[in-house]
């Protein structure tokens, strides 16, 4: 195949023709792809990458709403996202990164988000690392019926006891009752 020198000195060049599905390809590498060939029946997808043409975009890629169909990687917190076409997609994640440490996908939210160094017993939110049980609560779950934290024992609890106050989601030693 020959093209006119992009250099447009009308000398007509030697050119290796790329192969299919490559449109583009680099010129040391005729399977080494910069676009892909494709129509509305056909549509390829270019892993820029790999330097490869594909039906589709590999796990863990999307066209994210491209034109050109060049797949780009998703989130880091997504293993793998959502390719509807549109622009965005590459938030919007199907499975979470364990390898990076995501674990879930929160309620109205289509990212991940990063896991608990540790697991906590429940009803503890956060808890000291010291020790093996992780029993040492230092917040609570607020939808939990022991949602009070009563900081100096580290515990959760449904309602504080004596001697003190809730004071947003703590107890806390109730001054009034020490004074008498």
């Given at each position: 195949?020959y093209?006119?020198d992009?250099?447009?000195d009308?000398?007509?060049?030697?050119r290796?023709?790329?192969?299919?599905p490559?449109?583009?390809c680099?010129?040391?590498?005729?399977?080494?792809c910069?676009?892909?060939?494709?129509?509305?029946?056909?549509?390829?997808?270019?892993?820029?990458?790999?330097?490869?043409?594909?039906?589709?975009?590999d796990?863990?890629?999307t066209?994210?709403?491209?034109?050109?169909?060049?797949?780009?990687?998703?989130?880091?917190?997504?293993?793998?996202?959502?390719?509807?076409?549109?622009?965005?997609?590459?938030?919007?994640?199907?499975?979470?990164n364990?390898?990076?440490g995501f674990?879930?996908?929160?309620k109205?939210?289509?990212?991940?988000?990063?896991?608990?160094e540790i697991?906590?017993?429940?009803?503890?939110?956060t808890?000291?690392?010291?020790?093996?049980?992780?029993?040492?609560?230092t917040?609570c779950r607020?939808?939990?019926?022991?949602?009070?934290?009563?900081?100096?024992k580290?515990?959760?609890?449904?309602?504080?006891?004596?001697?003190?106050?809730?004071?947003?989601?703590q107890?806390?030693?109730d001054?009034?009752?020490?004074?008498?």
């Open positions: 195949m093209r006119i992009t250099l447009k009308w000398q007509l060049k030697p290796l023709a790329c192969l299919y490559c449109k583009d680099d010129g040391k590498n005729q399977s080494q910069t676009s892909c060939w494709g129509g509305s029946r056909n549509p390829t997808y270019l892993m820029k990458e790999r330097g490869s043409c594909r039906k589709t975009c796990i863990g890629y066209s994210n709403g491209s034109a050109d169909r060049t797949c780009v990687k998703c989130n880091e917190s997504c293993a793998q996202c959502k390719d509807d076409g549109k622009v965005n997609d590459k938030f919007k994640c199907v499975r979470c364990k390898e990076k674990t879930e996908r929160r109205g939210s289509e990212l991940c988000f990063d896991k608990p697991e906590c017993s429940f009803p503890c939110l808890c000291d690392r010291a020790g093996k049980k992780f029993k040492f609560c917040s607020v939808k939990s019926l022991e949602k009070y934290l009563l900081k100096d580290g515990q959760c609890l449904r309602l504080c006891p004596k001697g003190y106050k809730i004071k947003d989601t107890c806390v030693l001054i009034a009752v020490v004074k008498k």
